[in-house]
Nanobody, 121 residues
Framework: QVQLVESGGGLVQPGGSLRLSCAASGTIFSIDAMGWYHRAPGKQRQLVAV???????NYADSVKGRFTISRDNAKNTVYLQMHNLKPEDTAVYYCAAVIARSRYESSLNYWGQGSQVTVSS
């Protein structure tokens, strides 16, 4: 069994900062890519940022220069540091990870429970 548990969401004023964390636990052999998605009200879930096992990253154009994704492999944890938040960043943020539970199993996608981020004055 694998679980992704998120923390760090909340309410922040425009221009403020938040840091999301997502820790993977359970039976884990290896973790490849880890990432963050968001789903804004009335919209589909979209990729925000991804970080691969080697450390390479990609960001959605809307968050480049404001958000930073990082990971701590020793803790099986991925972070999303968000600066200069805007009202349009308001969404439920989900972490995701590609995880193999053993050397004999294929990697699967796992999802966190979702964290609400609200940017409002």
């Amino acid at each position: 069994q694998v679980q992704l548990v998120e923390s760090g969401g909340g309410l922040v004023q425009p221009g403020g900062s938040l840091r999301l964390s997502c820790a993977a636990s359970g039976t884990i052999f290896s973790i490849d890519a880890m990432g963050w998605y968001h789903r804004a009200p009335g919209k589909q879930r979209q990729l925000v940022a991804v970080i691969r096992s080697g450390g390479s990253t990609n960001y959605a154009d809307s968050v480049k220069g404001r958000f930073t994704i990082s990971r701590d492999n020793a803790k099986n944890t991925v972070y999303l540091q968000m600066h200069n938040l805007k009202p349009e960043d308001t969404a439920v943020y989900y972490c995701a990870a590609v995880i193999a539970r053993s050397r004999y199993e294929s990697s699967l996608n796992y999802w966190g429970q979702g964290s609400q981020v609200t940017v409002s004055s």
